[in-house]
């Protein structure tokens, strides 16, 4: 059986789009960038979390893991490989060999050389039948074997091109930010082609925004850690405030002022980067993807606009849009999402 698959390991979560031409539906899922060494004797695995065999090596990957990516640009690494496989792995056939078509991302700096984009496809991708063995928490091991025959590689932020409320515009100016765990990418593109001039890269993404703003409550009120502070950036907007388990009005109220007047100040940021590169924001479609932009979309509407296209999934429209940009050429169509 054919398999049209796309990947998007980022240093917080790896995201899988998969397209079932059978059914012309496509499934989703995510799951954490992160391996440590595994054992299929293992029978309390975690949740969300798989054990896989691989030339050899078990691994345990997901949120049970302990390793996670390491904060650098680079995906040519063995943790995004991994992860990569096992998405393969997780969307393919056990009972036969599929044939799998595979997209993938990597920052623009790097898909920019061509010499590094060769290098990463062959490294991400291993050529000939690939047999993994994986377990999931419900503790069921099965062999899978497949064969990539078609593989793709696109520039991060691209995807967004090709969402049902963006392709419509693309081939006039669209501005696209995506904001990751690490980066902020703001990438400009004209008629669907990169312009280099116009873009740039800068560490502002979502560890930058909750490491920033833990020790800035911590400062003023008492120990806030990293976990906490993502949980409550995740809250609705009236409930993104410090509870303590003494009820304290006051240090509710106040926590709440702080974290508005941090988030709005943090987007502002990266509105200036955009303003260094002499963006015309009143004149072209701006577009903000990544799973941060899921947290700040309040904000970002009121530093940029109320006409920013922000997705109903920002998080899946990397690969998402990757997913029907390959479908589009080895199927010669445009796949429903």
């Known amino acids: 059986m054919k398999r049209y698959i796309a990947v998007d390991s980022g240093k917080y979560a790896t995201k899988v789009a998969c397209y079932i031409p059978d059914s012309e539906k496509i499934e989703k899922f995510k799951f954490r960038t992160k391996i440590s060494d595994g054992n299929f004797k293992d029978d309390a695995v975690e949740t969300a979390t798989m054990v896989l065999e691989y030339e050899g090596k078990t691994y345990k990957i997901g949120n049970g893991a302990v390793k996670e990516a390491e904060l650098n640009t680079s995906k040519a690494s063995e943790i995004h490989k991994i992860c990569t496989l096992t998405a393969i792995a997780m969307c393919v056939s056990k009972d036969e060999v599929d044939e799998v078509c595979v997209a993938a991302g990597i920052p623009v700096k790097e898909w920019e050389n061509v010499e590094k984009r060769a290098e990463y496809k062959a490294y991400i991708f291993p050529e000939g039948e690939i047999s993994l ?38 081939n006039d100016a669209v501005a696209i930010i995506d904001l990751g765990n690490l980066n902020v990418n703001g990438t400009y593109w004209n008629r669907r082609e990169l312009d280099r001039q116009y873009s740039f890269t800068d560490e502002l993404g979502g560890s930058i925004l909750i490491s920033g703003l833990s020790q800035e409550l911590s400062a003023e009120f008492s120990r806030c850690d990293e976990n906490y502070v993502a949980k409550v950036l995740k809250q609705p907007l009236e409930h993104r405030m410090l509870v303590p388990n003494r009820p304290n009005p006051e240090i509710e109220k106040r926590s709440k002022e702080m974290i508005t007047e941090y988030l709005i100040d943090f987007v502002n940021l990266i509105k200036r980067r955009c303003d260094a590169k002499h963006w015309s924001l009143d004149f072209m479609t701006l577009v903000f993807i990544g799973g941060t932009s899921k947290i700040l979309v309040n904000e970002i509407k009121n530093v940029f606009g109320e006409e920013t296209v922000i997705p109903d999934d920002p998080e899946y429209a990397n690969v998402v849009g990757f997913l029907r940009i390959m479908c589009g050429k080895v199927l010669h169509k445009m796949i429903q999402i």
Do not use: C, W
Not at 138 to 152: D, E, G, Y
């Open 133 to 170: 063995k994986i377990m999931d928490s419900q503790l069921n091991p099965v062999t899978k074997t497949f064969k990539i025959v078609s593989r793709h590689v696109y520039p991060e932020t691209m995807g967004a091109l090709y969402l049902d409320n963006v392709v419509e515009n693309s």
